[in-house]
């Protein structure tokens, strides 16, 4: 088996490696000597801590920078819809969270209170976000993409006592299921003139009196809930602790190669955990200012918007590179992107397409990094001024040991009496990284058990299947269970199951990701109907909009109807058939299948 993904894999290493000087000296200049000597006490001690030795993200981020030289450097640089810009500077951001964390205050909220978000990329989601992190408080994103259904369920898994969103939002996605939401004390709407059950966020902020100091919070105090998706059950949500932040700092340094002056982009929602760690967070701790656009993608617009705004650090995803790549050469030529430094790429699986294409559309290659909603930070990366073979995740970050274990029948890493095996260069196996990071998830909120099971033989367990060479660089072949990734975005199949077993016409589905040359995958449901109904095109239709009504960016994009979907014995749809089928592939060994578009 291992055989057979190693010889399907070795094709990326047709690619030639790229070698190109960086410009800059490289914050992290020599890999192997870096490695050799770094500590996570050392990287701490970049940070400033609190006096009496708390730690605070917000602080980190904000109020460090918020007097002396980079007071009135932008922190966030926000592009609207219709492309007007505003800046907000670090001394701002320190008043404006302040006060926002005043107003929480005065609200009741503290120490451990889950505050959400379902908002677009707005100044509004950044103050939260930060302001929250100054109460001692647990910011929470939601997708603002998601329906109605991942947004409740959510919001009632966190027990969250704060929403912030817009009247539409609120009117639409939560206000009906409020009384099954009893935790949820205060909707806090952006918009001035607030819904029933709701109030306006910028009379609460006008009415403030109060000045709170920030809050005292230890490096394991809950700081982050990010929800991720399994293949089975609710989604999961990641607690992550306020000592995250040394590993958001570093990485940023070692991989984004970030320092005070720059204009940093990173693409990614902050409904989704890179767009926390990188969209928030880490930059703000490094000084540096970040771009924030506030629309979705668009090929003119944002070559457009890498050239005004000067961008010179930039972290995207596949899929937008992909649509960039599609969008042709000729187009990045026309914008003068020469402030670009450093490209970087998470999310899903780089093609090695897309990094020589990086070379000749930017001038830089693009760098592929691997981390996970679970690990809170990058762990293997291609650094700037590091050969990059292309295809490949590339080395892990200093401070952390990644290895490849051993599979059992499940395609999941074999464990025996806690006892796993190391493979050796070239095999495919699960990929695991040994726990001790900082910015390592501390628990699955309210599932214990789920937590553990991700930990065996003193690894933490990824879910994903890579192998690695023998010069140390991993090499990514495709998740271990039934996950899907599409643009970029994690979706457990079971959701969108359960969603669509809620229509009439549906007695079963199996989901799948359907590999898509743009977004990697695209959401696919196989349904079987109850009788009496007809498979016909308008239940296809219907069923489409009921999905999208209901889940919003999670829905499936394709259904077919298949009245005898395929079973394991204890009963359970068989995704990975399903798979095989869609691709034609034969359906014997179904543990290689890969998502690789
Ligand atoms: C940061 C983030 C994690 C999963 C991960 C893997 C896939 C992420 C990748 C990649 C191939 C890369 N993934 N980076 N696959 N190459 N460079 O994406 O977190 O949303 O939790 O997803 O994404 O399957 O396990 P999250």
Redesign the pocket.
């Known amino acids: 088996m291992d055989t057979a993904d190693r010889s399907q894999r070795d094709g990326s290493m047709d690619w030639p490696p790229i070698h190109r000087a960086p410009t800059l000296p490289p914050i992290l200049g020599d890999y192997d000597a870096t490695r050799a000597t770094f500590t996570w006490a050392q990287a701490r001690s970049e940070l400033d801590g609190l006096p009496g030795g708390g730690l605070n993200i917000a602080h980190e981020a904000v109020d460090r920078h918020a007097t002396g030289a980079l007071a009135d450097t932008p922190a966030l640089r926000f592009v609207g819809r219709d492309e007007s810009v505003s800046t907000i500077s670090y001394r701002e951001l320190r008043e404006l969270t302040d006060r926002f964390a005043s107003m929480l205050h005065d609200l009741g909220v503290g120490r451990g209170d889950v505050v959400c978000t379902l908002l677009g990329r707005v100044p509004d989601l950044y103050l939260t976000a930060l302001g929250t992190l100054k109460t001692g408080g647990v910011y929470c994103p939601l997708f603002a993409a998601f329906g109605p259904q991942p947004v409740r369920e959510r919001l009632a898994l966190s027990q969250a006592k704060v929403l912030v969103t817009t009247s539409a939002d609120y009117v639409r996605k939560v206000a009906s299921a409020r009384a099954d939401l009893p935790a949820l004390e205060h909707v806090l709407v952006v918009d001035r003139a607030a819904p029933d059950g709701a109030v306006a966020l910028p009379d609460l902020l006008a009415a403030t009196r109060s000045t709170v100091a920030i809050a005292a919070t230890t490096p394991e105090d809950p700081a982050l809930l990010h929800f991720?998706s399994g293949t089975t059950g609710r989604p999961k949500g990641a607690v992550h602790v306020h000592e995250a932040v040394v590993a958001h700092h570093a990485t940023a340094g070692f991989v984004l190669d970030l320092r005070p002056g720059d204009i940093y982009w990173c693409t990614a929602d902050p409904g989704?955990?890179?767009g926390t760690s990188y969209g928030i967070i880490a930059p703000l701790t490094h000084g540096v200012t970040t771009v924030v656009d506030a629309a979705d993608f668009d090929a003119k617009r944002w070559y457009r918007t890498l050239a005004e705004s000067r961008v010179t650090v930039w972290y995207t995803a596949p899929t937008a590179l992909r649509l960039l790549m599609r969008a042709g050469d000729e187009l990045p030529h026309r914008f003068d992107l020469s402030a670009l430094r450093h490209v970087v790429?998470?999310?899903?699986?780089?093609n090695p397409e897309a990094v020589v294409w990086g070379e000749r559309a930017f001038g830089v290659p693009i760098h592929?990094?691997?981390?996970?909603?679970?690990t809170g930070a990058i762990m293997i990366s291609n650094y700037p001024g590091m050969t990059i073979r292309p295809g490949s995740?590339g080395r892990p970050v200093p401070g952390v040991d990644a290895t490849v274990l051993a599979r059992g029948e499940d395609g999941r890493a074999l464990v025996i009496d806690d006892h796993v095996t190391e493979l050796d260069a070239g095999a495919v196996g699960e990929l695991a990284l040994r726990p001790g990071w900082p910015s390592m998830f501390r628990g699955y909120l309210g599932d214990d058990a789920r937590y553990r099971a991700c930990f065996a033989g003193g690894w933490y367990l990824?879910?994903?299947l890579a192998r690695r060479d023998r010069d140390g660089y991993f090499w990514?072949v495709g998740?271990a269970d039934d996950v899907i990734?599409s643009a970029?975005?994690?979706i457990g199949p079971f959701e969108v199951e359960s969603l669509l077993m809620e229509h009439p016409a549906v007695v079963e589905a199996g989901v799948i990701g359907k590999p898509d040359p743009i977004a990697g995958e695209i959401v696919k449901a196989f349904v079987t109907l109850r009788s009496g109904f007809l498979p016909d095109d308008a239940l296809r239709q219907e069923l489409i909009t009921f999905g999208r009504h209901r889940l919003g960016g999670l829905a499936p994009k394709e259904i077919d109807f298949d009245q005898n979907l395929p079973h394991t014995n204890s009963g359970k749809v068989m995704r990975r058939l399903l798979k095989a089928r869609e691709l034609g592939l034969p359906e014997g060994d179904l543990s290689t299948i890969e998502s690789r578009p």
């Open positions: 991720t989704w955990v890179t790429s998470v999310g899903e699986p780089l592929d990094t691997w981390w996970q909603t679970e995740m990824s879910g994903d990514f998740r990734k970029g975005h994690l």
